[in-house]
């Protein structure tokens, strides 16, 4: 079964800290891969995505992600966190030979401390 | 901008009675999916649709069922309210691409509660 994984749960950090959150996926093949975010109210946004090409992603506020196809991992990282980013963000993915379906992680939860 | 609107942010339903959550989307996308976010479990795709009148069951497809006769919209349906279906429920629409590099845009979401 297609499963993503999210090490972490919860995550705290201080302001400036750096930050990553780890994502595994368990299918092999072609893979698109996303980060979302959802601040607190608000809906689920688009933080970056990969297709192909370059495997290290650049996203917006700063974000970035690395696809790394023999780990099967997409690790979300930002070298130093903002209040602001206090947020859930969820890893998801989508396998090609699954059609279109996204499958998402369960999430993490970051507090960044003022 | 994709704009895609759901017709409640909250409601609130008793045990037994039909529920219709509405999505709305103004980018002309052929793609709609409806999820259901729980904590610690993150999104599960409820249903999705492909076009008009098409429907595919996604991985947890008991208890609803839902409805596109048009393009821009579509509805998920619980046919009768049970509380284990209290829950944020997301709607989402993507353009249909060759490739599969599709991807989705979210609605503000509808936080059910069931009595």
């Known amino acids: 079964a297609q499963s993503v994984s999210q090490h972490n749960h919860h995550v705290i950090l201080s302001e400036a800290a750096s930050l990553e959150l780890g994502c595994n996926y368990s299918y092999g093949g072609t893979v698109n891969l996303f980060w979302y975010v959802q601040y607190p109210g608000q809906h689920l946004q688009l933080l970056l995505k990969y297709f192909s090409g370059d495997p290290l992603v650049k996203g917006i506020k700063g974000f970035e992600a690395e696809f790394i196809k023999s780990k099967f991992s997409f690790n979300l990282r930002k070298p130093s966190v903002q209040w602001s980013d206090t947020a859930e963000y969820f890893c998801?993915?989508?396998?090609?030979?699954?059609?279109?379906?996204?499958?998402f992680g369960a999430g993490t939860i970051l507090r960044v401390k003022s | 901008d994709v704009k895609v609107t759901q017709s409640s942010r909250y409601l609130v339903k008793r045990t037994g009675e039909k529920v219709f959550l509405e999505c709305v989307q103004d980018m002309d996308h052929e793609n709609m999916f409806w999820y259901r976010q729980d904590p610690g479990l993150g999104l599960r795709l409820i249903y999705f649709?492909?076009?008009?009148?098409?429907?595919e069951k996604g991985d947890i497809p008991e208890g609803y069922s839902v409805s596109r006769e048009k393009k821009e919209r579509f509805s998920l349906i619980l046919e009768s309210a049970s509380t284990n279906q209290t829950s944020m429920y997301l709607c989402a629409s993507s353009l249909r691409t060759s490739g599969g590099q599709e991807t989705q845009y979210f609605g503000p979401g509808t936080r059910l509660l069931v009595l």
């Open positions: 998801a993915v989508n396998a090609l030979r699954y059609g279109n379906k996204l499958v």
């Open positions: 649709s492909y076009d008009v009148k098409m429907k």
